[in-house]
């Protein structure tokens, strides 16, 4: 039991590692090509690189073909692909008003959002996890809202994205242990990339010459951060509770900061720097078991 909630963990910490990451590809893509464009691209790269990955673990054409019949892969898809269609376009529309530090923040509000909306669906969280919870939100502020008062159209943008992103949370929460994660994945990623292209040709104006000039930026963001973490996002919520899962992913912030430090030649405060460390402790406190006391008939 412990090693799987350890091989859960470390895919969930591997996954918030590459969205951390991402945030650099996600703004420089922003310099190219909009908003849908990027995500409709983005996300038909996700689907299409898994297809060979899923053929490969299949070893076989019959196996391969066989394994997309099952009508509960296809239902879990679409539904957690819907949520997942507007978090990541609400997100790359917030990121035009609101620069990427308080952006990482208002999206990784989601670790309030999931165990609020898991109480819904009786869920009861862990002892640990309010604490937890209010360390995470603390260390986030810390790294991206000192000093930070005004709200803005796109500050409320992210907290719908924050919103959108813990419904999908759960949505994977439900279906992860029924279905294959990669074929999951896939059509998730699929039914996001048709609704962003939707949603593109009617308010943007698509160039191939623009589209190519960021291939760099769609490839990581379409191949790693929607292709492999996604996946790893659902291989991981298999033997995680959402509420610590999201506590785990809460890290996406940190790993942003630390990103931007290395790429873009930024350096950390101290608040930042205290932020990482209330966040790290988050995680940690909510990974630790505390027995429950059952009480005597």
């Not at 470390?10 to 995500?39: E, K």
């Not at 060979?52 to 054409?61: A, E, M, R």
């Not at 029924?178 to 609704?195: T, Y």
């Not at 931007?260 to 995680?283: D, P, Q, R």
Request: some cysteine; proline content about 4%.
């Amino acid at each position: 039991m412990m090693n799987q909630k350890l091989k859960g963990s470390l895919s969930l910490l591997l996954a918030t590692l590459i969205w951390g990451s991402t945030f650099v590809a996600q703004s420089v893509g922003m310099d190219y090509i909009g908003p849908f464009t990027f995500q409709a691209v983005r996300c038909a790269l996700a689907s299409i690189g898994l297809l060979p990955v899923i053929y490969l673990f299949d070893k076989s054409p019959k196996a391969f073909f066989r394994g997309w019949q099952d009508k509960r892969l296809w239902k879990a898809g679409i539904l957690c692909g819907i949520p997942l269609f507007i978090a990541c376009n609400l997100q790359q529309l917030g990121l035009v008003d609101t620069d990427a530090g308080k952006s990482a923040f208002l999206t990784a509000m989601y670790i309030v959002l999931v165990p609020l909306l898991g109480i819904f669906l009786k869920k009861k969280p862990s002892v640990m996890v309010p604490v937890s919870v209010a360390l995470a939100v603390a260390g986030l502020y810390c790294l991206s809202c000192v000093g930070v008062t005004s709200i803005s159209k796109g500050d409320l943008l992210l907290i719908g994205c924050a919103f959108m992103f813990a419904v999908q949370i759960l949505c994977v929460d439900h279906f992860a242990a029924q279905v294959d994660p990669l074929r999951m994945n896939a059509i998730q990623a699929g039914v996001c990339a048709v609704l962003s292209a939707i949603v593109m040709f009617a308010t943007e104006q698509p160039r191939m010459d623009a589209i190519w000039n960021c291939w760099f930026p769609l490839a990581y963001a379409g191949f790693l951060s929607m292709g492999a973490a996604y996946t790893l996002q659902i291989v991981g919520q298999k033997h995680i509770e959402p509420a610590a899962a999201s506590l785990i992913m809460s890290l996406e912030s940190v790993f942003a900061v630390l990103c931007g430090c290395l790429f873009l030649k930024e350096t950390m405060t101290g608040w930042e720097i205290l932020g990482c460390v209330l966040v790290f402790t988050a995680v940690v406190l909510s990974q630790i078991p505390v027995p429950v006391k059952v009480k005597a008939k």
